[in-house]
């Protein structure tokens, strides 16, 4: 499986790209798969529904399938957090994993960047950032796309991956 991410601060416009990036790419007949990183708590399941029932009794694992999806849901207890190469080593193959978030990783990354947002660019520090989409001009080394532009950093994504 090719291997690309998105990367950048918080309200950088991250989410917005992978979504454009996903139904662009697989308008192409890719198949694309996503893995998110949260720095919170989250849950997708909800108190009283069987599956919660079932994890907070004790379950390691809760697999809930239905017709249209499957979900599995893995507590990490007092476990630590696994790397990301072990998640992607559960999904099933496809062409392509975007990846959101995992900005220390060592995998090829494009950044988003708004400038409202005040925080610093990443990629002057970061060899792995391939590239930039920002809705502002910027002085780089490296390519710099409009951070609307999905059609163009899709076709970027692609070549870098050799898809």
């Given at each position: 499986?090719?291997?690309?991410?998105?990367?950048?601060?918080?309200?950088?416009?991250?989410?917005?790209?992978?979504?454009?990036?996903?139904?662009?790419?697989?308008?192409?007949?890719?198949?694309?798969?996503?893995?998110?990183?949260?720095?919170?708590s989250f849950d997708v399941d909800h108190p009283g529904k069987d599956s919660?029932?079932?994890?907070?009794?004790?379950?390691?694992?809760?697999?809930?399938?239905?017709?249209?999806?499957?979900?599995?849901?893995?507590?990490?207890?007092?476990?630590?957090?696994?790397?990301?190469?072990?998640?992607?080593?559960?999904?099933?193959?496809v062409d392509l994993v975007l990846v959101e978030g995992y900005k220390r990783d060592a995998h090829p990354k494009i950044e988003a960047y708004?400038?409202?947002?005040?925080?610093?660019?990443?990629?002057?520090?970061?060899?792995?950032?391939?590239?930039?989409?920002?809705?502002?001009?910027?002085?780089?080394?490296?390519?710099?796309?409009?951070?609307?532009?999905?059609?163009?950093?899709?076709?970027?994504?692609?070549?870098?991956?050799?898809?």
């Amino acid at each position: 499986m090719k291997l690309y991410g998105v990367t950048g601060w918080k309200n950088a416009g991250k989410t917005g790209l992978m979504e454009r990036l996903v139904a662009d790419i697989t308008a192409r007949g890719f198949t694309v798969s996503t893995v998110k990183h949260a720095h919170h708590s989250f849950d997708v399941d909800h108190p009283g529904k069987d599956s919660h029932r079932h994890r907070t009794a004790g379950a390691t694992e809760v697999l809930l399938a239905s017709k249209s999806r499957i979900a599995l849901m893995h507590e990490l207890r007092d476990a630590a957090e696994p790397p990301l190469k072990t998640l992607l080593a559960r999904l099933s193959p496809v062409d392509l994993v975007l990846v959101e978030g995992y900005k220390r990783d060592a995998h090829p990354k494009i950044e988003a960047y708004r400038a409202v947002t005040g925080n610093p660019l990443i990629a002057p520090g970061d060899p792995t950032i391939r590239a930039v989409a920002s809705d502002t001009p910027l002085e780089l080394d490296r390519p710099l796309f409009d951070l609307d532009d999905t059609t163009a950093i899709a076709d970027f994504i692609l070549a870098e991956v050799g898809l």
